[in-house]
């Protein structure tokens, strides 16, 4: 028996820690842990509730916007305005968020998980002609690989003129990455954290000029996307088909849906979105979202035995170093169950309801590449299924940004009021995100986030089941001890965002003792 | 270009309390390109060596804890130390825990001593690392704090060289590398009280507000989305000090103001404290107080 400790998982955003007891060269268990804790919740409390869109947002600078989203949602609900905010401020929300998570999927498969799989010093030996690649083949010969070495050795499987493309659509993906946030900075002012977004509305208008440079700016990533992004993805799964086998995970699947295409019904978790709200547990049918269902267990956090609570009720009081604990995670569960959430999610339960642009892409796709629908849960399935909502969500942020109306409103006027409870959910590049507000005599009382990384994330619940990212680490075959890739690979399939996922913890009273470790 | 004569300059980047996003900023560089920045020659002759960075490096685990203490050995006082996320001197330092080597876990404030003592110079990146920013907001639960605040408890006389934004612009960052490069480590000479680089902190973003116009004639926004200053919607643009109205972000494609909404103040040492609520007046007292720099 060996344990295997992987402190800090490099290549996400946030701090994580993930242990595995390793039996006859099998994952018998496997246990994942955040590893900082900032206490957004605590500091949160008594200021005025309209700050919560720009600071919730500073819980990650890397989806910085889907927690603008769920918390301009929230703050709207709260308000009474849900039902009122202006078509042009709905569009311009989601042109903002859309440009996002083009970034984020870019940069996730090609700065996060792709050297995983390229093996970048194949360029080396370039003797092409591309000034880049010359420069990089120079960067390689003057001896110091830092940041791209030391790695995990052994599992690089592209020929070398393949790992020298890749190299380069590394490099090219830098740029492209970079283009979505400029995209984003048209409507948003600036980005990481744009400040545009408030609860009522934008304060950007819309014109002639913003939208044609946006639109360019989106015809480019399109472009890239299509013909680079989606046929890497492709050619990886060509040359390590058997993570089509591994990482499977819970197989229970959640999305709150994303990028509303309506705003006049005030119910979000019904509203119409692209990518639809909706709840697919294993082997059965898809259901429609009921947030009432949504608890949060702490057998297995360091927090004292509350039991599974609902988190606008949620309580959270700090207890390091409880025995059974290993995380300063909750555990999420629907129904009392675990689920994995974001992008295959969303394509899984957006493909049972029949959404017609995901069943197509969808299956044009499974049948260029020769496989079965089942294969896509998997590892990579999800690095699939991101890749092909990139597809999905920039061909409609081309078609969106045409129908803002030049010179109607952005802003809708509103009175807030001293007392109210909100609710804003949404799905972040990463998987479902739900913001609760309780405000009173005019300050925030309480605000609760539930998100991605914890649902897939979460350590082991009150009934001693496991969180999805541990459920996919179980029973996992390692080759090499000492190179553990296939912890690494599933992992890092799932997108994992810590800081987002370690923020939710209302501490009372002092916390003290036991140094956080995984 | 290959120049034989490359002199390699060790930079570790390590993450304490924050969000990622001024790693995700500097991704944004324009001119140079993060690429020229890890790949070419900054300056003919010299190369950025990132040994360490979370969110980039190839590796994980042990054998990446271990670059940093190597190199903090190998390079002593000849590496430049990048802090990203505030240093929450709480519980001993049990917030934030950045890796484990043989069995045991770091907390971020040992690595922090460490390689912080030893180095040439920190760049202190971000209104985090450099005041505590949002993790320090009160009621400050996990006794959040910039470095330069941290060192000076700690008796650590390493040069630390503040760089704040929530995030910094990239230009901030590659211009105090570049500083440093060119010139050597900024001094007394070219940084403001707050330790920051005059070259981009050195004006009131409200001298060179394009609505400052609006301001002086008294035509002021009642409401997202109106013609007018935003100094009535809360806008921190006159007690702050910034370059962003002539250098724009995101390859100068637009800013706070620009967009319609009111200055945050990000780079401020009061970030958050005295800045919120956003959308709130700043009082004229509060204005009066804040004066054009003349160093």
Not at chain 1, 193 to 219: E, F, K
Not at chain 1, 243 to 265: A, P, R
Not at chain 2, 132 to 152: D, M, Q
């Amino acid at each position: 028996m060996a344990k295997i400790v992987i402190d800090p998982i490099t290549r996400i955003e946030g701090h994580l820690g993930i242990e595995a007891i390793v039996e006859n060269g099998v994952v018998k268990e496997a246990k994942s842990s955040g590893t900082l804790w900032r206490g957004f919740e605590v500091f949160l409390k008594g200021k005025d509730p309209r700050d919560a869109t720009l600071f919730t947002q500073r819980i990650c600078g890397v989806c910085p916007i889907a927690h603008a989203t769920a918390s301009v949602l929230n703050l709207d609900s709260a308000f009474g305005i849900s039902a009122k905010i202006p078509d042009n401020a709905r569009i311009i929300r989601n042109l903002i968020f859309g440009s996002n998570y083009l970034q984020s999927h870019i940069l996730h498969f090609y700065h996060l998980a792709a050297l995983d799989y390229v093996d970048v010093t194949a360029i080396a030996d370039y003797d092409g002609d591309d000034p880049i690649l010359k420069s990089v083949k120079d960067f390689a010969g003057r001896g110091e690989l830092g940041p791209f070495v030391p790695r995990y050795e052994g599992d690089y499987r592209f020929d070398k003129k393949t790992n020298q493309i890749l190299v380069g659509h590394y490099i090219q993906a830098l740029s492209a990455r970079k283009l979505a946030h400029e995209a984003l900075a048209i409507w948003g002012g600036k980005m990481p954290h744009q400040c545009t977004m408030v609860s009522g509305g934008v304060t950007i208008t819309p014109t002639a000029d913003r939208i044609a440079s946006y639109l360019w700016r989106i015809n480019q990533l399109r472009d890239f996307i299509e013909s680079v992004y989606i046929p890497d993805v492709i050619a990886v799964a060509s040359k390590y088909p058997d993570y089509f086998e591994i990482g499977k995970g819970c197989g229970n699947f959640l999305s709150y849906g994303v990028f509303d295409l309506d705003g006049k019904n005030p119910d979000y978790a019904s509203r119409q979105r692209l990518l639809p709200s909706g709840v697919l547990p294993k082997g059965k049918e898809v259901t429609a979202l009921d947030t009432s269902k949504i608890t949060e267990s702490v057998t297995h956090s360091w927090f004292e035995n509350t039991g599974d609570l609902h988190p606008a009720n949620g309580k959270t009081i700090p207890a390091p170093g409880k025995s059974g604990a290993y995380s300063w995670m909750k555990s999420p569960r629907y129904a009392g169950e675990a689920f994995e959430v974001g992008p295959l999610a969303r394509f899984m339960v957006a493909y049972s309801r029949s959404v017609p642009e995901v069943k197509k892409i969808v299956d044009d796709t499974l049948s260029a590449v020769g496989i079965g629908a089942d294969k896509l849960v998997s590892v990579l399935g999800r690095h699939a299924a991101r890749a092909l909502e990139a597809k999905l969500v920039a061909d409609n942020l081309a078609k969106w940004v045409l129908e803002l109306k030049v010179g109607e409103p952005v802003f809708v006027k509103y009175n807030m009021p001293v007392e109210a409870n909100g609710m804003g959910i949404t799905d972040a590049p990463r998987g479902s995100l739900g913001h609760w507000v309780t405000i009173k005599n005019g300050v925030i009382e309480n605000y609760q986030a539930v998100v991605p990384t914890t649902w897939n994330a979460s350590p082991r619940d009150s009934n001693g089941k496991p969180g999805p990212i541990e459920q996919a680490i179980e029973g996992t075959k390692i080759k090499d001890e000492n190179n553990p890739y296939e912890i690494v690979r599933i992992v890092r399939s799932f997108d994992p965002c810590l800081a987002c996922a370690i923020h939710v913890i209302d501490a009372k009273g002092n916390i003290k003792g036991k140094a956080i470790i995984g | 270009m290959t120049n034989k004569k490359t002199t390699e300059i060790p930079v570790l980047w390590i993450q304490g309390a924050g969000c990622n996003g001024c790693s995700v900023s500097i991704l944004n560089s324009e001119s140079p390109t993060i690429k020229n920045i890890l790949v070419d020659e900054l300056i003919p002759g010299k190369h950025i060596n990132l040994r360490f960075h979370p969110t980039i490096m190839g590796g994980q685990g042990e054998q990446v804890v271990s670059t940093i203490f190597e190199t903090v050995k190998k390079h002593k006082n000849g590496y430049v130390l990048v802090v990203e996320g505030s240093v929450q001197s709480g519980a001993n330092g049990s917030f934030c825990t950045m890796g484990a080597m043989s069995g045991k876990h770091y907390p971020f404030i040992e690595v922090l001593n460490e390689a912080g003592k030893n180095a040439m110079a920190v760049i202190a990146l971000g209104s985090c690392a450099t005041y505590g920013g949002l993790p320090s907001w009160s009621p400050n639960p996990t006794e959040a704090k910039g470095v330069r605040e941290y060192f000076n408890e700690k008796g650590i006389h390493t040069p630390v060289v503040n760089v704040p934004g929530c995030p910094p612009h990239p230009d901030w960052f590659t211009g105090t590398i570049a500083h440093i490069l060119i010139a050597g480590l900024p001094d007394s000479r070219h940084l403001d009280d707050a330790g920051r680089p005059l070259a981009f902190f050195g004006k009131l973003i409200h001298e060179n507000c394009p609505k400052r116009p609006y301001f002086d004639a008294g035509q002021f926004a009642s409401q997202p989305g109106e013609e007018g200053c935003l100094y009535e919607l809360g806008c921190k643009g006159p007690i702050t000090y910034a370059d962003c109205p002539t250098r724009m972000w995101n390859s100068g494609l637009n800013w706070c103001i620009g967009a319609g909404a009111p200055c945050a103040g990000c780079v401020e040492p009061d970030f958050p404290h005295l800045t919120t609520p956003v959308y709130k007046k700043v009082t004229m007292e509060r204005l009066e107080s804040f004066k054009i720099k003349t160093k």
